[in-house]
């Protein structure tokens, strides 16, 4: 149980365009998903929150209109970069908080997005 | 406010030994701990947790323990793997946040046969 996958898990596209990446939690209701990136060989950094229904959180320094984050349904969240640049090429985690069990957070696989 | 100092790496080790990584933190409040690892090119998996002081986690021949009275959470193992080769992220998770974990910066250990 307890399992987030994430879609696409690898993408490339050029600058100037738009790309979404989901996150689903398969068997359980997430009422909070986190999204998080991470740079070569360093750590993850929490980029948004969201809660179903609601708009997101975000952390100081990540632009919310260039990373839109929806989070519409308690099973999915969507993380669009808008007129993506080289710069934004990284890795994307997603998470999701399962709130009515123990409130652990569990990971997607990750999406290596790579901007031409 | 709440942060997560672990040991710098690369950790390089031959197999069958013993393994030590370094964490400590700061927090307010009552937190809960954490231990992630990293596959290559893979998100992260939950190798152990402690909610509260003087709780052990373990899995998979893995231990940490939960010390209060020095803020540590110092992962261990007493004979490693080459395929416990991975990157190992040491976490909290505030008592007073909506869930939300402050990560350390993260230990890549190599294991060599």
């Known amino acids: 149980g307890a399992v987030v996958s994430q879609h696409p898990s690898w993408v490339i596209c050029k600058s100037g365009t738009s790309v979404k990446i989901e996150c689903r939690s398969l068997d359980f209701q997430a009422t909070t998903m986190f999204w998080y990136r991470q740079f070569p060989k360093q750590s993850l950094m929490l980029m948004a929150t969201?809660?179903?229904?609601?708009?997101?959180?975000?952390e100081q320094g990540v632009e919310k209109d260039k990373f839109l984050i929806n989070h519409a349904s308690l099973t999915l969240s969507t993380l669009t970069v808008t007129s993506a640049h080289p710069e934004d090429s990284s890795f994307y985690i997603c998470s999701a908080r399962d709130g009515y069990w123990g409130y652990e957070q569990y990971f997607g696989p990750g999406t290596r997005l790579t901007v031409t | 406010g709440n942060s997560v100092t672990q040991m710098e790496g690369p950790v390089t080790l031959s197999e069958e030994a013993f393994l030590t990584i370094n964490c400590t933190y700061t927090a307010t409040g009552y937190p809960s701990l954490f231990w992630y690892v990293q596959y290559p090119g893979e998100g992260l998996q939950l190798l152990l947790k402690a909610t509260k002081a003087d709780d052990k986690g373990s899995n998979k021949g893995f231990e940490a323990t939960y010390r209060k009275e020095t803020t540590s959470f110092h992962l261990e193992k007493g004979s490693v793997q080459v395929s416990d080769s991975a990157v190992y992220f040491c976490a909290l998770r505030g008592g007073s946040t909506l869930g939300r974990l402050y990560f350390g910066r993260g230990t890549q250990l190599t294991v060599w046969p």
């Open positions: 969201s809660n179903e229904g609601s708009k997101a959180t975000y």
